[in-house]
Structures are given as structure tokens and as C-alpha cells.
């Protein structure tokens, strides 16, 4: 598991894997709408970004 961005914790939950190409090399995004039971990622392989249950 890699930090690639020191604002991102990426160390207190299990990385979400990424729907499209399978891959568990994620971080979290920083949600900016009202969907609270969400969170946002983004998949560091094919750069896409996606919402996965919290
Ligand atoms: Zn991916």
C-alpha cells in the first residue's frame, strides 16, 4: 500500500477494489456532494474515478 498523497489516509480501512480493471491500488477522494453514504475513489491503475459503499 502505497501514500501517494500525504491528505488522503489511506491506512484505517481496506482499500476499495476498482470496478473496472479489479485493482486494489485506490485512495479515497474527498466527496463534494450530499451523498454522505458514499465515498468517493479513485483508481490509481486505469485513473478512474468511482463510489463505493462506506
Ligand atoms: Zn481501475
Known sequence: MRRLDPSVDVGDTDPAVCPYCGSDD???????????????H?????????????
Open 26 to 40: 485506490t485512495r479515497r477522494d474527498h466527496p463534494k456532494g450530499p451523498s454522505l453514504c458514499r465515498s468517493i
Open 42 to 54: 479513485y483508481c490509481n491503475a486505469c485513473e478512474e474515478p468511482f463510489e463505493a459503499m462506506a
